[in-house]
């Protein structure tokens, strides 16, 4: 009788803890704050998509999303930590580019298998851009300078290995200069060095310096998309340039490897009503942001792609470790 009470009870009990360890239910999910991390610092491009979007979701979940700026490594900081969080659907991450490029320069100890692509939000290409009083008033007259002078152009980007690193890497390659590349938490701290007189360039997208273009503080002087930016129609594109180049970056939304299915569904959905709000696309166009939504599938088949040129790119320029 003792031992078919104590079985009872230990049969309760399990039964009990599997409740507590079951998978959230989408009818349970979110019941307290999601925290979105931006592998980058406040007012770069990351950070600034990652804010609307918050704005927008916000509108379409019981609990808030929370932007939590987490930058360093080139990114692989806040990266690593969305890759080995617990997948439960509250730490969620602002995925980037840089997810198929860091580990392959053995600076992230994370793949893209690690994360569950819920939706792309945004794309930009890389844009050269100078002081406007910079002695250069055209590619050309840069390029040459850079070429006379190997070595003495800074160019500034959002960290070792990240995308505006390999898109100044990049242009190395095609046309035989030499910068000397200036690595910051974030394209927003490159673009202050710049102002500041501390670096000659950056190589960072439109939206990142389109406020600084406007007030007459910087000009850009070459785009490396396949067409010239919105906003920036006056600047050439490299290929217009005779250059076979074009990068750039993306961003969106990923959780952990292992977030259920239910949980993932939610924040899909969410994401999707969140992009189709005409405030939130507005809200990218004001700050010159493009706006280019993939649902889950086709935001991880971009990744698997980008993943394979980008390891191919960097054991070309000799960065693979």
């Keep these: 009788?003792?031992?078919?009470?104590?079985?009872?009870?230990?049969?309760?009990?399990?039964?009990?803890?599997?409740?507590?360890?079951?998978?959230?239910?989408?009818?349970?999910?979110?019941?307290?704050?999601?925290?979105?991390?931006?592998?980058?610092?406040?007012?770069?491009?990351?950070?600034?998509?990652?804010?609307?979007?918050?704005?927008?979701?916000?509108?379409?979940?019981?609990?808030?999303?929370?932007?939590?700026?987490?930058?360093?490594?080139?990114?692989?900081?806040?990266?690593?930590?969305?890759?080995?969080?617990?997948?439960?659907?509250?730490?969620?991450?602002?995925?980037?580019?840089?997810?198929?490029?860091?580990?392959?320069?053995?600076m992230g100890r994370f793949s893209i298998d690690d994360f569950a692509p819920i939706a792309r939000l945004n794309a930009e290409p890389s844009a050269i851009t100078v002081q406007a009083d910079a002695p250069w008033k055209t590619y050309e007259e840069f390029m040459a300078y850079a070429k006379a002078n190997p070595g003495k152009v800074r160019i500034g980007n959002s960290g070792t290995g990240a995308i505006w690193h390999l898109a100044a890497a990049a242009l190395e390659q095609k046309t035989g200069v030499k910068f000397n590349h200036v690595p910051f938490d974030g394209a927003a701290p490159a673009v202050a060095a710049l102002l500041g007189g501390h670096i000659e360039a950056v190589a960072v997208s439109p939206a990142e310096v389109v406020a600084q273009v406007q007030a007459g503080k910087l000009k850009s002087l070459v785009v490396m998309g396949d067409a010239r930016a919105k906003g920036f129609e006056q600047v050439p594109t490299l290929k217009e340039k005779g250059v076979d180049l074009s990068i750039g970056t993306w961003r969106g939304i990923v959780?952990?490897?292992?977030?259920?299915?239910?949980?993932?569904?939610?924040?899909?959905?969410?994401?999707?009503?969140?992009?189709?709000?005409?405030?939130?696309?507005?809200?990218?166009?004001?700050?010159?942001?493009?706006?280019?939504?993939?649902?889950?599938?086709?935001f991880g088949a971009a990744i698997k792609k980008d993943e394979a040129f980008f390891s191919t790119l960097i054991g070309q320029l000799g960065l693979k470790k």
């Design 1 to 106: 009788m003792k031992h078919t009470r104590f079985f009872t009870q230990l049969a309760a009990a399990l039964a009990s803890v599997a409740m507590l360890s079951a998978p959230v239910k989408a009818a349970e999910y979110p019941t307290k704050q999601i925290e979105l991390v931006v592998s980058y610092a406040a007012g770069g491009g990351t950070d600034l998509v990652a804010r609307a979007y918050a704005d927008a979701i916000n509108k379409h979940l019981p609990k808030s999303v929370g932007v939590v700026n987490k930058p360093g490594g080139s990114g692989a900081l806040g990266l690593t930590e969305v890759a080995r969080a617990r997948p439960d659907g509250y730490k969620i991450a602002m995925g980037v580019v840089e997810m198929t490029t860091l580990p392959s320069l053995g």
């Design 255 to 298: 959780a952990p490897k292992g977030t259920p299915k239910e949980v993932l569904e939610v924040l899909k959905t969410a994401t999707k009503k969140a992009t189709d709000e005409q405030g939130f696309r507005d809200a990218l166009a004001k700050m010159n942001l493009t706006f280019a939504y993939l649902d889950a599938d086709a």
